[in-house]
């Protein structure tokens, strides 16, 4: 069975950071690149950022390079978004994607 889990999300202040979990499970998770979308209130869901599968390439959206690192460790089965010096705007529901599948998403609020 395959299963994508989000976690590390919650509520921060702007310019403050946070650090987002994707653990796989029922499948070779170093077999697949790994994206994190995004979707705010009212919008589209938005592609983030991505890693191939060995990590050693990553794109991202204009909107968050150089604040945002995407990762992965195969052997944990995970990947990781960290997100730096966060604004408001970057409020939303974070979902990672892999092999077809998403996982629940995780609440990301970015207010003073």
């Known amino acids: 069975q395959v299963q994508l889990v989000e976690s590390g999300g919650g509520l921060v202040q702007p310019g403050g950071s946070l650090r987002l979990s994707c653990a796989a499970s029922?499948?070779?998770?170093?077999?697949?690149?790994m994206t994190w979308y995004r979707q705010a209130p009212g919008k589209e869901r938005e592609l983030v950022t991505r890693i191939s599968i060995t990590g050693y390439s990553t794109t991202y959206a204009d909107s968050v390079k150089g604040r945002f690192t995407i990762s992965r460790d195969n052997a944990k089965n995970t990947g990781y978004l960290q997100m730096n010096t966060l604004k408001p705007e970057d409020t939303a529901v974070y979902y990672c994607?892999?092999?077809?599948?998403w996982g629940q998403g995780t609440q990301v609020t970015v207010s003073s």
């Open positions: 029922g499948f070779t998770f170093s077999d697949y690149a």
């Open positions: 994607y892999l092999r077809g599948y």
